[in-house]
């Protein structure tokens, strides 16, 4: 983005009061209006603005200065991708600054910062606006976002995504929207909500059984929803909609209003709302939403939409466990293929990351109910690795050999669940150094796979499960153990995870809910280690009260990058089961589909240590 002509704007900014007001700064985060992570190309505004492409990060253009706030997932990649005309500050760094003590360090007494108050949430302009407000500097709503502005100069700004919303069978969702506004009206109920608004976007997909196709890897669409105790309301652009969709809503007597006009429902409905209880709005929810409501009456906790999706009934539970299969099929496929291209050593040359990305793409492709990839898969060798969310280039990419690390993080979408798989690999022979870390990450992950825990345990008590071997060695990795993963939904998806970071700490495991384990290690310009599984919160079977993690994902651990002597027996029974259960539930699928090669691949790759 032209920082020169972004700054001219600020002379003369029209703010959602309708005067005009000079700013000194302004505050790009990510997220759209529905504060998701991955967000349609239209709303990719921070990526425009900074060419930081990651998914996670905040950019503050100032008079004088330009920065983007990321955290260590991402620090490689921002560092390769921002001008010399910007900064990075490293989120989790003691050194690191937060955006309001960074905007205090480059403003003055009296100066104003711009935002638009659709993109940011209620609980991040509080604190800001409360740190900033003791410095005498004000927050100013601007009505028309800066970044869109120079962006419509260009000529290049996307249109907004326009694609078509399907119903999701209940053979899928395993509940009814009926009975799904059942359990809603039952938790505000509880909570004396007289109305609960739903801004997340795949709460509302959850909700209503539907699903789009607006943001790449994420099966939603542009919408908002509005649920009180005797009516709820589905706000999108019906003309996306099929005829199917208007029966499906209309048995759930659901109604539909025009996307854009939410903001002016709830305005013109908040009086009345208010006066009987809260209105229920999320912990997510944009100050631009926030500002509608009066006084005390905004509860800001997590949605029951967000808590009940997150439980998999078991109808879903099923449908996660049977696409992991499937999607072990892909993998092992995709393996067996990339073994067998270096034994014959046929145009290797050919074998870039992004050859070897679409490869296992068009091999998930075959599977039934597939829909699309869950995220652009990491497709990563040597160095490359060590950038934990890399994505490579066809321009840029570098060849996969036999001589470094290859590391493949990748996903699938399928109409019975979501999948996200890690899986190192040396296609010739690894370094002892290699084989140590690889081992150290292998440990952590069968401790935290072993675990059992009792009920009410968050993510953060099992976080170092996973972590303890590679802090012996004085080695961590810079990014969470694990996040919650959605069906036939976000493969992010709150509100648990397992994690070391403020947050991890405020919502326990459940029987049904689905995180990843996925410890690594990364070491800069030379390779980059993860193992990752998705697993299932499920009761352990013989502790009462007590839970345990039950691994949907079933693709063998490349034996060859083990270093056996650092295993315990425990460690090695654990390992030993897992391939069995592999071979034995992913053998059986491999048999039906007619894959004797593969099937002999995941045998060799499944053998007793």
Not at 266 to 277: A, I, M, P
Not at 396 to 417: E, I, P
Request: glycine share 8%; charged share 20%.
């Amino acid at each position: 983005m032209d920082l020169v002509k972004f700054r001219s704007l600020f002379k003369s900014v029209e703010t959602v009061s309708g005067s005009f007001a000079c700013i000194n700064a302004f505050v790009i985060p990510s997220g759209d209006a529905h504060n998701s992570e991955y967000v349609a190309e239209c709303d990719q505004r921070r990526a425009f603005a900074s060419g930081f492409t990651g998914s996670a990060g905040l950019a503050v253009v100032t008079d004088t200065t330009a920065t983007l706030f990321t955290d260590g997932r991402y620090w490689i990649q921002a560092e390769n991708q921002l001008s010399g005309d910007w900064s990075l500050q490293k989120l989790g760094m003691p050194s690191c600054p937060t955006t309001s003590e960074y905007l205090i360090a480059n403003l003055n007494s009296g100066d104003k910062v711009g935002m638009d108050l659709r993109h940011i949430t209620h609980s991040e302009f509080k604190a800001m606006s409360k740190a900033l407000c003791e410095k005498n500097i004000e927050i100013i709503g601007v009505k028309n976002n800066l970044v869109d502005l120079v962006w419509a100069e260009t000529g290049h700004q996307p249109s907004p995504p326009h694609n078509e919303v399907f119903v999701l069978d209940e053979k899928f969702s395993g509940m009814s929207v009926e009975n799904k506004l059942v359990e809603v009206r039952n938790s505000m109920a509880k909570k004396s909500a007289t109305a609960l608004l739903v801004s997340a976007l795949d709460e509302v997909a959850w909700l209503f059984n539907l699903r789009g196709a607006d943001i790449s890897f994420n099966p939603v669409f542009m919408s908002y929803a509005v649920v009180t105790d005797d009516a709820a309301y589905l706000f999108v652009d019906e003309t996306r909609l099929q005829g199917k969709v208007f029966e499906h809503l209309e048995n759930a007597n659901v109604s539909i209003k025009k996307y854009e006009d939410f903001l002016s429902f709830v305005n013109d409905n908040v009086s009345e709302w208010s006066d009987g209880g809260s209105l229920w709005v999320g912990n997510t929810c944009s100050q631009a939403l926030f500002s509608l409501i009066p006084d005390g009456k905004a509860d800001v906790n997590v949605t029951p939409t967000c808590h009940l999706k997150a439980v998999k009934n078991d109808i879903e539970v099923e449908g996660m466990k049977n696409c992991h299969i499937r999607d072990a099929v892909a993998v092992c496929k995709f393996f067996e293929y990339m073994e067998k291209r270096f034994e014959t050593g046929n145009n290797l040359s050919e074998l870039t990351e992004c050859f070897a990305a679409d490869v296992v793409a068009k091999y998930r492709s075959e599977q039934a109910h597939f829909v699309s990839l869950s995220f652009d898969s990491i497709s990563s060798i040597g160095g490359n690795g060590a950038i934990i969310h890399y994505k490579p280039e066809p321009d840029t990419c570098d060849t996969v050999d036999n001589q470094r690390v290859y590391l493949l993080d990748s996903g699938g979408q399928y109409l019975d669940g979501t999948t996200d798989i890690t899986r190192t690999v040396h296609f010739g022979t690894p370094s002892d150094e290699e084989k140590r870390c690889f081992t150290l990450v292998l440990k952590g992950h069968i401790a935290l796979a072993r675990a059992i825990f009792p009920e009410g345990t968050t993510g953060r008590s099992l976080d170092p499960f996973a972590r303890q071997f590679l802090w012996r060695e004085g080695l961590d990795f810079k990014h969470g153990t694990g996040h919650g993963v959605g069906s036939f939904l976000n493969v992010h998806e709150g509100p648990i995870g397992i994690s070391y970071r403020k947050g991890s700490d405020m919502f326990p495991l459940k029987d049904g809910m689905v995180v990843t384990n996925e410890p690594g290690y990364y070491c800069k310009d030379a390779f980059g280690i993860r193992i990752e599984n998705c697993v299932i919160v499920r009761p352990a079977p013989e502790q009462n009260g007590f839970l345990c993690l039950e691994d949907a994902t079933l693709v063998p651990i490349q034996a060859r990058m083990v270093e056996k002597s650092m295993l315990s027996e425990d460690e090695i029974s654990w390992l030993n089961a897992y391939h069995a259960r592999c071979l034995d539930i992913v053998g059986k699928e491999l048999l039906n589909q007619g894959c004797p090669e593969t099937l002999e691949w995941l045998n060799n790759n499944c053998q007793p240590f």
